[in-house]
T-cell receptor, first 112, second 111 residues
Framework: DTAVSQTPKYLVTQMGNDKSIKCEQNLGHDTMYWYKQDSKKFLKIMFSYNNKELIINETVPNRFSPKSPDKAHLNLHINSLELGDSAVYFC???????????FGPGTRLTVT | ELKVEQNPLFLSMQEGKNYTIYCNYSTTSDRLYWYRQDPGKSLESLFVLLSNGAVKQEGRLMASLDTKARLSTLHITAAVHDLSATYFCAVVPPNTDKLIFGTGTRLQVFP
């Protein structure tokens, strides 16, 4: 049973396109996150949601819009993709503040 | 803003040797995590350190936390090839839930 799953695993697209990445967790956790890992392996938080409510919104271009239809899902929609958006995007979940975060397998986004 | 630094960034070591990875952070933190990442894979949680003086061990890895020095160490004992991976420490600033990651240490163990 996959605890935190993401689709797709790989995404190759052209500049200017709009794409979405989906994340689902079956752990019953209340909090979900999006992290970005760049080409130098540096990891940075983008967003977090708690029970469908946006909690953390780091300095991320507003082309990135997270959406949480329910507490088991947190999707990431990206408009007008740019070359610099190429990265691996990780979803994570946790039971709540002060608890360990569990990471999904990642989505490798390549913008050409 | 909380900054987290790891050193070394890259570590090449022979099997059977011992070594330590260091993680320094710039402001007070409630918690510190160590994660392992294999190439092309996700992050696997290794340790959670919650208090000053905390020490945790799993197999050949031992992690410790000194909150006064704002320092955590990940000690590797008698390295084996299977430990080759990138290791990240991550710190949680007070009153938040976000992980601030270190730069990562890429460990390569050779025969």
């Amino acid at each position: 049973d996959t605890a935190v799953s993401q689709t797709p695993k790989y995404l190759v697209t052209q500049m200017g396109n709009d794409k979405s990445i989906k994340c689902e967790q079956n752990l019953g956790h209340d909090t979900m996150y999006w992290y970005k890992q760049d080409s130098k392996k540096f990891l940075k938080i983008m967003f977090s949601y708690n029970n469908k409510e946006l909690i953390i919104n780091e300095t991320v271009p507003n082309r990135f819009s997270p959406k949480s239809p329910d507490k088991a899902h947190l999707n990431l929609h990206i408009n007008s993709l740019e070359l610099g958006d190429s990265a691996v995007y990780f979803c994570a979940s946790s039971p709540g503040m002060s608890y360990e975060q569990y990471f999904g397998p990642g989505t490798r986004l390549t913008v050409t | 803003e909380l900054k987290v630094e790891q050193n070394p960034l890259f570590l090449s070591m022979q099997e059977g040797k011992n070594y330590t990875i260091y993680c320094n952070y710039s402001t007070t933190s409630d918690r510190l995590y160590w994660y392992r990442q294999d190439p092309g894979k996700s992050l696997e949680s290794l340790f959670v350190l919650l208090s000053n003086g905390a020490v945790k061990q799993e197999g050949r890895l031992m992690a410790s936390l000194d909150t006064k020095a704002r320092l955590s160490t990940l000690h590797i004992t008698a390295a084996v090839h299977d430990l080759s991976a990138t290791y990240f420490c991550a710190v949680v600033p007070p009153n938040t839930d976000k992980l601030i990651f270190g730069t990562g240490t890429r460990l390569q163990v050779f025969p």
